[in-house]
């Protein structure tokens, strides 16, 4: 069976449910799945880390089954203020790999650990405005780090251009092997030179769920980025 770090160090577009619609999402869910997504990223928000507040443990729960079914594994990126007491919640109900905030924690080591105590794969996220560098101390704790390429909390941003020079930094400071994701403002047009950088996991929710054809726009941002 391939392990989520397995996963994870290819080449891989991420389809965020944030995107999706609700009513069918575990028919669309399906549908990028049989177009060959093996990594399915689920958007937690707070209402305080930022301002929208979307879903929790239950909809990755009822997500689960059917994802690990097709040998998918559950990114979750929790945009949630003290990520470190609810991770084993959500690797309770099926996570696989648990991102949390830089700026959402003041015990980013404790929370990363805590992730793995509950035996999903650490990963840690950062916003537009904070350096690289605030991975620096933590990166050999990393399974993936997540550098956000819009400001979180609202999907459909357009990407910001500075971006692509902190991926190229971050993959610098990183240790080989640990993956790189980018989310926000990924299409086509963007994956390309993300992938160029040094992103190799290239989370998209608009721009395959606001499709027409989810699976042909999944498609068609797997070829830009060169992902299986």
């Known amino acids: 069976m391939t392990t989520t770090t397995e996963l994870l160090r290819r080449r891989r577009i991420a389809p965020s449910i944030l995107s999706a619609d609700f009513a069918r999402l575990g028919a669309q869910v399906g549908e990028v ?28 729960g009822a997500l689960a089954d059917q994802v690990h079914a097709a040998g998918a594994i559950l990114d979750v990126h929790l945009m ?3 990520p470190e007491r609810t991770v084993a919640e959500y690797a309770r109900a099926g996570a696989d790999s648990i991102t949390v905030h830089v700026e959402a924690t003041p015990h980013l080591n404790y ?29 050999d704790l990393l399974e993936m780090a997540l550098c956000m390429t819009v400001n979180p909390g609202w999907g ?14 971050l993959r610098d400071l990183l240790p080989a092997g640990t993956a790189l994701e980018v989310d926000g403002g990924v299409d086509p047009a963007t994956a390309g030179p ?18 027409a054809d989810p699976a042909a726009a999944y498609a068609a941002i797997a070829a830009a ?3 299986v």
Do not use: Y
């Open 194 to 211: 993300c992938a160029e950088a040094g992103a190799n996991v290239f989370v998209a929710g608009s721009a395959i769920f606001g499709a």
């Open 111 to 139: 929370a990363l650990s805590a992730v793995r105590e509950a035996g999903a794969s650490p990963s840690a996220a950062i916003n537009p405005g904070t350096p690289p560098s605030a991975l620096a101390e933590v990166a």
């Open 80 to 82: 949630i203020e003290r």
């Open 225 to 227: 980025a060169g992902a």
């Open 156 to 169: 459909g941003q357009p990407f910001i251009p500075a971006s692509l020079d902190k991926v190229a930094r």
């Open 33 to 60: 799945l049989d177009a060959g997504a093996r990594v399915i990223h689920v958007d937690v928000m707070d209402g305080h880390f930022v301002p929208p507040i979307t879903i929790g443990p239950l909809v990755v």
